[in-house]
């Protein structure tokens, strides 16, 4: 969320930001604020007016009453009940236009940082690099969910009658693996000085619409009927809320942390093909990491955060690419984020499977997270990573390792997690 002296000073720049994001049609929500803004100040302005005006008159009617002139006290009492009633009267709509205000500066999109590459959505994401040499073997690699059906470790038609469309049993070897992989990347990013969390799996709304735009929320986020609680997309959610209306003292930042949590998504929308299995999902569990720093070292821990993914994914032998988002293709409240792509050999192509953000003090300002530096309180930057999440990574991890044979090999980094072996050997 902008501070409303940024549009009030700046709405030409708002204004070009929101053409750059494609969305027009937000266009006419600057001069409308703007308009509520300015009938704010002046609400403030005649109401702090009529109470000293107020403090004036009780002096008078003291005087008056000392006097004994008990009648021109009368008067001032109902100029004073008077200015009672204005006030209460402004003071009534200076919330009702103080709501309106945040709900539009809600709305209105971040300034997007000027090294983002302007397109209107994700098919215009701009490939950054690539690491590891992609390889598609001389065989032909199954889909994902006969990979793993081959361990007898998929089990879609046993959740589908338990939950619906969107669930999943996982079993055997492959649900071990999934376990391993979390477990290596808990130890992977503590190793490199986070700190390790379980969060809470639900959050109040306060915390909701601080960590996200409306659009997200409508499109990802569970409600808990009858209670003002939802279920977390991500930990990042309730991590980023963990300092809800704190004021952090410049020498405890950066703070760096890693989380564990399982993730409750709607998904909407129709699917094609390559996204059955376990890929579109509406519950998987991820490793995330999560930083609260200084608004000057925010760039340096953007470039860090992308690196510890793609650091992690080429230690278990695994392709990937990183791809710039576009202007269109970026949340309202991001500055500038990167997608991690890993290579699938069976579609010769990479897919996403995790996403670095740097939200600005976009999240801070809606959440009230401030620091108190040596020149005065200002609010923190915050930046969100995936670390990994199966079981969409699990499909990456499958494909790069499956052998002809049929067997998948395990990666050194992964053995210690998978009780020693080296390969996993199918049932089917």
Known sequence: MLDIKFVRNNPDVVKENIKKKFQDEKLPLV???????KENRNIKQEVEGLRAERNKISKQIGACMAQGKREEAEEYKKQVAANADRVEELSAREKEVEEKILKIMMTIPNIIDPSVPIGKDDSQNVEIEKFGEPKVPDFEIPYHADIMKSFDGLDLDAAGRVAGNGFYYLKGDIARLHSAVLAYARDFMINRGFTYYIPPFMIRSSVVTGVMSFAEMDAMMYKIEGE????????????IGKFIDQVLDEQELPQTLTSYSPCFRKEKGAHGIEERGVYRIHQFEKQEMIVVCKPEDSKYWYEQLWKNTVDLFRSMDIPVRTLECCSGDLADLKVKSCDVEAWSPRQKKYFEVG?????????????KIRVNGKDGKYFAHTLNNTVVAPPRMLIAFLENHLQEDGTVTIPEVLRPYMGGAEKLIPKK
């Open 31 to 37: 001069d409308e604020v703007l308009e509520l803004d």
């Open 228 to 239: 003002d609680l939802y279920l977390i997309g991500t930990s990042e959610h309730s991590m």
């Open 355 to 367: 996403s670095c953000s740097n939200l600005g003090d976009a999240q801070a300002r809606r959440l």
